[in-house]
């Protein structure tokens, strides 16, 4: 802090006696470090040019989505033009010499609010996780995939990275709901859609991209990165144990497509790459992976034990 440490204790005792965890610091590297771990923090402000003026503007610059902890500055009465400074970037005002009841009660507000403040972005953050979730299998869904598509298709294009496409769907899914019910279908698609997720990477996008059809979105991941993937959620998918009493058992047909490639342009060609090579995969007899370029269709999985 920029001004006597003797009333900073003072009114920093006065804040403990009510019942605050208080932490006295100078404006400096310190202050950095214990930032992030601050509910408010109470800055008695120096001269123009003093090291908390500096640490105020640093804090009220951050782009923290609103992380970052409230604050009140303590500043001398007779500096308005200080205080309007302050007002304008944001923060409390205390003036000082300043009342330690006072301050107790200005203290208190702002953890409220910041309460208050902390519960609104967790609600925020709750409805943009459900917005962009699919209910049934918690992966993203569809709008979520196409968003991010056209965002990843873009950057690849820009820095001249490749990008990579896999679409997976259910041989013969009908049968399940036909035979078993659609409660049963619904159970083999969350037990799919984990099962994918435990498969691909974490820098990997999975999302239900309609009915029992899956996509994987890959960054910088070139076709044979992408076939590493795809073979692995084949494979797993082959050995999964679903329904009821785990006694089911799902394949899939795979297709796969990547950017950069003479039939991809934009990112609706790469999907439609993605689906005709799933198509084929399909029409040559399912449970395989088939690709969008010369490379040959993997061959039928064996028998799982």
């Given amino acids: 802090m920029d001004e006597q440490p003797a009333r900073q204790a003072q009114l920093a005792g006065a804040l403990e006696q009510d019942g605050f965890s208080i932490r006295l610091v100078s404006a400096g590297a310190e202050a950095q470090r214990l930032i992030d771990e601050a509910r408010l923090v109470l800055l008695v402000l120096g001269p123009a040019g003093g090291p908390a003026r500096a640490l105020l503007q640093h804090l009220m610059g951050r782009d923290d989505d609103g992380q970052r902890p409230s604050i009140i500055a303590l500043i001398p009465a007779e500096e308005n033009a200080a205080v309007v400074a302050v007002l304008r970037l944001g923060a409390e005002v205390v003036r000082t010499p300043v009342d330690p009841e006072e301050l107790s009660v200005r203290v208190e507000r702002c953890l409220q609010e910041r309460q208050r403040m902390d519960a609104l972005l ?5 409805l943009e996780r459900l917005s962009i ?34 679409l997976i769907d259910l041989d013969h899914f009908k049968r399940f709901n036909d035979d078993h019910g659609h409660q049963v279908g619904d159970l083999v698609l969350r037990d799919v859609a984990a099962s994918l997720q435990r498969s691909v990477r974490e820098t990997d996008l999975l999302a239900r991209y309609g009915g029992e059809e899956f996509a994987i979105l890959l960054p910088r991941t070139p076709l044979a990165g992408a076939l590493t993937v795809a073979e692995r959620v084949w494979r797993e998918l082959g050995v999964l144990h679903t329904g009821p009493e785990r006694t ?58």
């Fill in 248 to 305: 089911l058992r799902v394949t899939a047909s795979v297709g796969v497509a990547s950017f950069p490639h003479h039939a991809v342009g934009n990112a609706e060609q790469l999907v439609r790459s993605a689906d005709e090579s799933l198509y084929r995969a399909k029409h040559e007899g399912r449970n395989r992976i088939c690709v969008h370029s010369a490379l040959a269709s993997s061959p039928e999985r064996p028998a799982s034990p």
């Fill in 122 to 126: 967790t609600r925020v953050n709750a």
């Fill in 133 to 166: 979730t699919d209910g049934l299998t918690q992966v993203h869904n569809h709008r979520y995939f196409q968003d991010r598509l056209r965002e990843e298709f873009r950057r690849a294009q820009r820095y001249d990275d490749p990008l990579s496409l896999i």
